[in-house]
């Protein structure tokens, strides 16, 4: 079984500039987090999608950030435009309805996003 | 909300020895707590979760306690090994389908040889 997958593995892109991170969740997993780890800090949760809803988008940090995830199958999440500070390593992870699996979570490896 | 602390953040111990990894969370609604370990280009992967309904549970050289009184857990790695080396994160969560993870920060172990 194919695990969560991201894409890109690492972009650098300058300030100003748009970027676009997808990912494709474990098929069949309902559930879809984002999330984005700024260097030496805790992993701080960024939106959560049931299928192709949006069921919690408390995290995200300002309106330069638009998540999707139409069809409820892989997600986008895109920045526009790019600021310094929205460097980091972005995850996200995938899990079936808790009702029938739990709550585990499984994560993608992460794109590393550099804004210079 | 929800807020995990997680000490140490840097954590060295001989091979063979044994490290412990300390967390405390605010919300008593909690009751899911995993515990990721992540290497280096990789993302964080699920090594053992304990529910609030069991105060101890073990997977081979690991082990995670909990404390639902005192809202702290523990995870306790026995006769480390190198692999064993990376960043391990606490977390805490509600358990439903409406609530996020909130994680701690992380501590970066290291396994001298």
């Known amino acids: 079984e194919a695990g969560v997958t991201q894409f890109p593995s690492h972009s650098v892109i300058e300030k100003g500039q748009t970027v676009t991170l997808r990912c494709d969740p474990i098929?069949?997993?309902?559930?879809l987090y984002w999330y984005r780890r700024v260097m030496g800090k805790e992993i701080k949760f960024l939106l959560h999608?049931?299928?192709?809803?949006?069921?919690?988008e408390s995290g995200m940090p300002n309106n330069r950030f638009l998540a999707e995830r139409t069809g409820g199958t892989y997600s986008t999440l895109k920045v526009q435009p790019a600021e310094l500070e929205d460097s980091g390593v972005y995850f996200c992870a995938s899990s079936q309805d808790p009702d029938s699996r739990g709550t585990e979570a499984f994560f993608g490896q992460g794109t590393r996003l550099t804004v210079v | 909300g929800e807020n995990v602390e997680q000490h140490p953040s840097t954590l060295s111990v001989q091979e063979g020895d044994s490290a412990v990894i300390k967390c405390t969370y605010s919300?008593?609604?909690?009751?899911?707590f995993p515990w990721y370990k992540q290497e280096l280009g990789k993302g964080p992967q699920l090594i053992i979760d304990i529910r609030s309904n069991v105060g101890e549970k073990k997977d081979q050289r690991i082990a995670v306690t909990l404390n639902k009184t005192a809202k702290h857990f523990s995870l306790h790695i026995t006769e480390t090994q190198p692999e064993d080396s990376a960043v391990y994160f606490c977390?805490?969560?509600?358990?439903?389908?409406?609530?996020?993870?909130?994680f701690g920060k992380g501590t970066r172990l290291h396994i001298l040889p």
């Open positions: 999608f049931v299928k192709e809803s949006k069921q919690d």
């Open positions: 919300d008593s609604a909690s009751n899911y």
């Open positions: 098929s069949g997993h309902d559930n």
């Open positions: 977390a805490a969560n509600r358990a439903n389908r409406d609530d996020k993870i909130i």
